[in-house]
């Protein structure tokens, strides 16, 4: 899309959506931002993914680094990049170094990138009893000691934020004490927040299962938010968007998280079937959810205590992963562009006369029907962007260059 046809369509919109709507539109996507995960561009063989590697994957911290720079470079929203403890901040892959995450924020200054989200990780040898829900001490003591250290380095390296998802769970009915495990985690994040300054951010996921079959101590938004009260503190719950039920009503998650006042941010990803990790697409739900994000005014708003986390989680194995990981930011930029054409005033209207089709309308003709991507052509290029930053990817030569020098 060119300079001339992209304005030629956004006369389009402004007729349709008005001058205002739009320029605050192409004004939210030059602010957005969001985090892009190291493990998104390295090797993810083995499981679920086989062992297959898409060429050019990054072999080293240094590279994984790179193509997030490139990704920033292209795309101008990604400027910090979120990390897990034993994959990028450890000498042994066994124990986390705070050496190692100095090192990692130096490279990525290097490159013109901060550090942000801290995971730690909790699927290591011994732990198939769970995590901080096992009842063997040792390790709930091992994990302990890994996630003050992450909230350590996400405190003086990152930006604050920790965010824990728990592995634990069960396959059986009756192979664990469900009460029990519950009361182990909840007293292993209360034990860690005590000694976490409240500057940071501890944001608990959940998923609905996987690897447990029968259960997860932690399965639901509820779980997370009712365990965040009562551990108390700056801790909130993290939406994975692959995590829930099939036709769960994420949105209304958002709503009433936001409603409670929790803190909160998200993992994007798509999925199908399980929790797939593919990248995002542009969908109706995507922008239904970031419309709740909107008017609530927690994306990039003035107040930064109310704003929310956004990150990437994603990493299948067929896609090109840098194609995968821009294409996800393009499809996030254009969900937001969809929230912020919605006409609060008129539909405020309309619910208040209880016109629930003409409400329903006046929705998707935004959120579902509306083409957007002139919006954020134009917030690109008023960055001094290429308009398409996928085509701007494979035009750089910068994958033949990595796929030649990865081998």
């Not at 550090?115 to 001490?137: D, H, I, M, Q």
């Not at 709740?292 to 067929?318: H, T």
């Not at 405020?348 to 052509?377: G, M, T, Y």
Request: net charge negative.
């Amino acid at each position: 899309m060119n300079a001339k046809a992209i304005e030629t369509q956004l006369l389009t919109l402004e007729k349709e959506f008005g001058t205002e709507s739009v320029q605050a539109a192409i004004d939210a996507v030059k602010r957005f931002e969001i985090e892009v995960p190291t493990w998104a561009f390295g090797s993810f063989g083995g499981g679920r993914f086989g062992e297959y590697t898409p060429p050019g994957a990054a072999r080293t911290i240094e590279e994984k680094l790179d193509d997030a720079a490139m990704v920033h470079k292209l795309t101008g929203a990604t400027p910090r990049v979120a990390a897990h403890i034993l994959w990028d901040m450890s000498e042994d892959g066994s124990t986390g170094s705070f050496d190692a995450a100095t090192r990692l924020k130096d490279e990525a200054a290097k490159r013109g990138l901060g550090f942000g989200a801290v995971s730690p990780t909790y699927f290591l040898e011994g732990s198939y009893r769970g995590s901080l829900s096992s009842n063997e001490k040792a390790t709930r003591d091992r994990y302990i000691e890994q996630t003050l250290l992450g909230a350590k380095i996400a405190r003086e390296l990152g930006n604050g934020l920790l965010t824990p998802w728990f592995p634990d769970g069960s396959a059986y009915p009756g192979q664990i004490q469900l009460r029990r495990a519950y009361d182990n985690m909840l007293g292993a994040l209360k034990e860690i927040r005590a000694g976490t300054p409240d500057d940071v951010r501890i944001l608990i996921e959940y998923k609905v299962f996987e690897p447990g079959t029968y259960s997860t101590t932690i399965p639901d938004w509820g779980t997370a938010a009712q365990m965040a009260r009562r551990v108390g503190g700056n801790t909130g719950v993290l939406v994975d968007l692959g995590h829930h039920h099939h036709g769960t009503n994420i949105e209304q998650i958002v709503a009433m998280l936001i409603a409670d006042d929790v803190p909160a941010g998200f993992h994007f990803n798509t999925r199908y079937a399980a929790d797939d990790d593919h990248a995002v697409e542009p969908n109706a739900e995507l922008a239904r959810i970031f419309y709740e994000l909107v008017i609530a005014d927690v994306v990039s708003g003035a107040n930064e205590d109310r704003n929310w986390a956004f990150m990437i989680d994603q990493c299948s194995s067929r896609e090109n992963r840098m194609h995968a990981t821009l294409h996800t930011v393009d499809s996030l930029q254009v969900a937001l562009a969809k929230a912020m054409l919605v006409d609060t005033k008129e539909l405020a209207r309309l619910q208040k006369a209880d016109e629930v089709i003409l409400a329903n309308r006046l929705f998707n003709d935004v959120l579902l029907l509306a083409d957007v991507r002139p919006i954020v052509c134009k917030a690109r290029l008023d960055k001094g962007l290429n308009p398409d930053p996928v085509q701007a990817y494979v035009d750089s030569g910068y994958g033949k260059k990595i796929e030649s020098e990865r081998t």
